[in-house]
């Protein structure tokens, strides 16, 4: 059952034009029924009320949920398709405001969600981050950027940054506006550094974007000339800028990732603030009680319900690196701005050569090329020795050629934030989800190819 559907076609207008249909409309909402059950309850003739019925769900307002076998006649049940129903037809000149408009209750819904339901303070989660996760300080200058959907978020982290004698800057940006730009400039106005971005590269203490950037999905349709003169152009405000700051992904998800995804945004948005109201007090605790068990085997087992198995030994020469949602500024350096991604709650542990054994499922896998599902790993001696997939078999070639055929297994992570229990093939995501395993595949000699490793995500497992 969707939270809310907004209506736009005139037949559906009509069909909800008889106040008897409304009626049933009301009731469906509050619980599923049969038609005689609605008979009962509104005191209406059968046939009536089920001719009303099979016009809500001919316009896809009510759908069937069941039914039942009842003195030799099958009676079915059904419910409404939404929660909430709201008219979103624009009439008129001004249709093009009709977007905007549902944009709007979109917003209006998923805050009182995140009030009622998930009951998230979204002052409260504003103040961790501020406080607990960045650690902002006193004098600081802070850039805070991403969509107009997203204000409410960088509104409360405005304001707590001015509350522990920081300053916050608000920069909108979001995938439409920079597919916008890149359309419309030239590849020389995009090659140049804009003058007030590297304004804030040059002064700014902590950066923080809401994943404003296109997904590649979106990158896909732009020319290449153009997109390497927006990288080129964006490089150079950086190195004008005589300052190095602290750069933060905060993996709000859109409504253009949802989509990739092929689910509703309201869901994804669920999960971004499920795992973001963990406090870093607990991710913390949950971090060491998984480190201390990694630290107690020589051999490490991951077993999972989906008929899978990986071991192998950790790497004593490399340390552990834990996500638990607090920015460490001692590692940003200029090749690596992005010290933290949100929300937090991942371990990565590098396996001894050779070591990896057994084999891993991903559910799913959503790249720029397409959606794999099921697809099963063969590991032998910390290679990549096999594979199979349910679906899209016919591009995991295609994505192990853009990485150079990586066939080592480079590192293992294991996720660990409790408000997570399922992947959405969200890349921020994914990664904390509560008991997935994080597999990197990487190429056996680097100076053959990019040493950027394919992570790969499987789910519900444990160690054993």
């Known amino acids: 059952m969707q939270d809310f559907m907004l209506l736009r076609d005139h037949s559906v207008f009509k069909a909800l034009a008889h106040p008897l249909r409304l009626q049933v409309l009301e009731k469906l909402v509050e619980s599923p029924a049969s038609v005689n059950q609605l008979a009962n309850q509104m005191q209406e003739v059968h046939a009536k009320l089920f ?12 759908v069937q949920v069941g039914e039942q076998l009842k003195n030799g006649i099958t009676e079915k049940f059904y419910r409404a398709a939404a929660r909430t129903f709201f008219v979103g037809q624009s009439l008129g000149k001004y249709t093009d405001v009709e ?4 944009q709007a209750v979109e917003a209006d819904i998923l805050r009182k969600r995140r009030q009622d339901v998930l009951q998230v303070d979204n002052r409260q989660v504003a103040r961790n981050l501020v406080r607990d996760a960045l650690q902002v300080r006193a004098g600081e200058k802070v ?6 959907y ?17 300053e916050a800057f608000i920069r909108l940006m979001d995938s439409s506006m ?3 730009m890149v359309d419309e400039l030239t590849v020389e106005q995009l090659a140049v550094a804009p003058p007030f971005t590297t304004l804030l590269y040059g002064c700014t203490d902590l950066w923080v974007s809401f994943d404003a950037v296109p997904s590649q999905t979106a990158f896909s349709a732009v020319a290449p000339d153009k997109l390497q003169a927006l990288v080129a152009g964006e490089l150079k405000a950086y190195q004008l800028g005589p300052k190095r700051f602290a750069s933060v992904i905060l993996g709000y998800p859109t409504p253009e990732r949802a989509a990739e995804l092929d689910m ?15 406090s870093v007090d607990e991710l913390q605790q949950a971090a060491s009680q998984l480190s201390q068990k990694l630290s107690s085997r020589a051999q490490v087992v991951v077993q999972s319900q989906q008929d899978w198995q990986l071991s192998f030994s ?15 500024r001692s590692k940003v350096t200029e090749e690596s701005l992005t010290d933290l991604s949100l929300p937090g709650g991942q371990l990565n542990v590098y396996p001894s050569p050779n070591s990896v054994e057994g084999t891993f499922l991903v559910p799913r896998l959503v790249h720029s090329l397409g959606v794999i599902k099921d697809l099963r790993l063969v590991v032998r001696e910390g290679r990549l020795v096999d594979w199979r997939a349910g679906q899209g078999t016919d591009l995991f070639p295609k994505i192990l050629d853009l990485y150079g055929q990586p066939d080592q297994v480079c590192g293992v992570s294991l996720g660990f934030n409790p408000r997570l229990r399922q992947l959405t093939g969200y890349k921020h995501l994914d990664p904390v989800t509560e008991g997935a395993v994080g597999l990197a595949l990487g190429i056996l000699q680097p100076e053959s190819g990019s040493r950027v490793p394919l992570w790969l995500y499987g789910e519900q497992a444990e160690i054993r």
Not at 270 to 278: G, I, L, P, R
């Open 150 to 166: 997203q204000q409410e978020l960088l509104k409360a982290m405005l304001m707590e940054c001015r509350l522990v004698g920081a």
């Open 314 to 328: 950790c790497a004593t020469s490399e340390p552990v690196s834990v996500n638990d949602g607090v920015l460490d």
């Open 264 to 278: 509703g945004y309201p869901a994804l948005h669920d999960s971004f603030w499920q795992a973001m109201s963990v």
């Open 51 to 62: 001719y009303h019925v099979k016009e809500l769900e001919k316009q896809g307002l009510v």
């Open 99 to 102: 977007q905007a408009a549902e």
């Open 178 to 180: 920079v597919l916008e």
């Open 143 to 148: 850039v805070l950027e991403g969509a107009s």
